[in-house]
C-alpha cells in the first residue's frame, strides 16, 4: 500500500484555485482556526472551506497574553496535530513573530518547514509593504502566502492595543495600497481584521484574490473566526465582531463539577463502567488469600457471600 505524505496535493480537495473560483462565483469562502487533531476532524467533516492554525493557538490554547512568545516550534506542533485530521480542507499555517521579519532568507526557511514538516498547504504573515519582499521570496521558492492586514495582532504595541483599524480616510487609503502591494507580491489571498465595513467591501471589489474578514463585516468573500471565540471556549475575553454558537467553558465547567460531585458521592463509577470478575474466579482468589499459609497474625479472613 502506498502512504501519501500529509502534505501530497491528492489529500486536499480544496486548493487556492478553488478559494479564487469561489470569488470570482462570488459564494462566501469559509474558514475557522484550529489548533489539535479532533476539531480539524470536526472542520473538515463539517465541510470547511480552510482551516487556519493560528498564532492565536498562544492566547486561546497555551494561555499567552498574546501572540508574541508563540516559536516555530508551537506552531509546526500544532500544525502537524492539524494536518493528521485533515483530508479536504485548505491548510493555512501562520509564521509567527520574528520568523519572517528579520531576514528573508528566514521567511523562506520558515514558511518552507510550516509545509514540509506541518503538512500546511499554505503559510501567512502580517503586514503590509515592509512585508513584500519577505512575501516575494516565499512566493518564488513556490509556497503560497495569505497576507493579513488591519488589526496585526503581532505588531499590537506598535498599534497602542487591540484597536478596529483604518478608521479614518487617510488610515484606509494606506490599507488600500498595502492590500494592492500584496496582491502584486504574489498573495494568493488576503486577511482583514478589525477594519469597518465599507473598508473592507470597497478592497474586496478592487483586489482580484480572496479576501477574508474577521471583523470586517459582510462584504468580503469569506469569513474567518478563532474557533475558540465561535464555542464559547475561551472565557478571558471575546472580541465585539464574534457570534457565539456555543458556551462550550460552561458546559465544561458544568461537566467537571458534575464529576467531582459523582467521585465524591460515589454515583461513579457505576457498574456500568466497570469490569466484575466471574464469581468462580472470585471464589477461587478468596480462597487463595484466606489460605493459612497467607494469613498474618491478627488479619480478618475475606468472606465472600
Ligand atoms: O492567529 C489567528 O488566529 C489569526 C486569525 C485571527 C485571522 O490570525
Redesign the pocket.
Known sequence: MTTLPASSPSRGTVTIHTLQSKKARKEPITFL?AYDFPTAVALDRSGIDGI?V???LGMVVLGYEN?LPVTMQEMLHHCRAVSRGVSRAHLVG?LPFMSYQASTADAVRNAGSLLQKGGMDAV?LEGGRDRAPAVRAIVSAGIPVMG?LGLT?QSVHQLGGWKAQAKSAEAAKILFEDCLILEDAGCYSV?L?AVPTEVAQLITQRLSIPVIG?GAGNGCDGQ?L?VHDLLGLFDRFTPSFVKKYADLFSEMERAFKEYISDVKERRFPAPEHANSMDSQALRDLIREINSPDREFEGEEKIRYH
Request: glycine share 6%.
Open positions: 482556526t487556519l493560528g498564532d492565536s501572540t501562520d501567512k493579513h495582532p486577511v481584521e474577521i474567518v478563532v
